[in-house]
Antibody, heavy 119, light 107 residues
Framework: EVQLQESGPGLVKPSQSLSLTCSVT????????WGWIRKFPGNKMEWMGY???????SYNPSLKSRISITRDTSKNQFFLQLNSVTTEDTATYYC?????????????WGQGTLVTVSS | DIVLTQSPATLSVTPGESVSLSCRAS??????IHWYQQKSNESPRLLIK???QSISGIPSRFSGSGSGTDFTLSINRVESEDFSVYYC?????????FGSGTKLEIK
């Protein structure tokens, strides 16, 4: 069974970088697409981006040049880095495995990790 | 970006009632819509893919319909475990976008 687990700091200061790890078991990240999604206070959901089985990436233009998604295939992990955070980046961050062969929908989700941006 | 508008924002129903939740896209998206359920303090769960395709393990009381700009998630005879928030999500074009959600609550 595919399982995903997010980890990382729960508190980040404004202007610093947010870094999260998604550890995957039961499935290789060299197959399929893998994404990051966040949910803001008030329930708004935002797709942040994905990394593919080949390592290619696609990002939400709203995040401009602040975002980077990378991976370590030897550890079966992928990572999110979001630079120059503000209080508006406070959210619950989820990693997810996308649908078979595409990034259309999200089949498996991690439990989510709350990241608060505050000084 | 494609905007998805869900209505109503909150729906109050009695267990046993049947309900329909709406999701409207800002432009035609064929059947590239997917529905999720999110219970409090849990991760979202996929209910329906491509507007009407069922997902293994999801109760048959959940069904989806629609194409183009108007989509509906139907729940036949709501059960107590169904009270949660429901989201639609489009995959017609990047960036992927979500609706703002419909909260299904007990009347």
């Amino acid at each position: 069974e595919v399982q995903l687990q997010e980890s990382g700091p729960g508190l980040v200061k404004p202007s610093q970088s947010l870094s999260l790890t998604c550890s995957v078991t039961g499935y290789s990240i060299t197959s399929n697409y893998w994404g990051w999604i966040r949910k803001f206070p008030g329930n708004k959901m935002e797709w942040m981006g994905y990394i593919s089985y080949s390592g290619s990436t696609s990002y939400n233009p709203s995040l401009k040049s602040r975002i980077s998604i990378t991976r370590d295939t030897s550890k079966n992990q992928f990572f999110l880095q979001l630079n120059s955070v503000t209080t508006e980046d406070t959210a619950t961050y989820y990693c997810a495995r996308c649908s078979y062969g595409s990034y259309d929908w999200f089949a498996y989700w991690g439990q989510g990790t709350l990241v608060t941006v505050s000084s | 970006d494609i905007v998805l508008t869900q209505s109503p924002a909150t729906l109050s129903v009695t267990p046993g009632e049947s309900v329909s939740l709406s999701c409207r896209a800002s432009q035609g998206i064929s059947t590239s819509i997917h529905w999720y359920q999110q219970k409090s303090n849990e991760s979202p769960r996929l209910l329906i893919k491509y507007a009407s395709q069922s997902i293994s393990g999801i109760p048959s009381r959940f069904s989806g319909s629609g194409s183009g700009t108007d989509f509906t998630l139907s729940i036949n005879r709501v059960e107590s475990e169904d009270f949660s928030v429901y989201y639609c999500q489009q995959s017609y074009s990047l960036p992927l976008t979500f609706g703002s959600g419909t909260k299904l609550e007990i009347k």
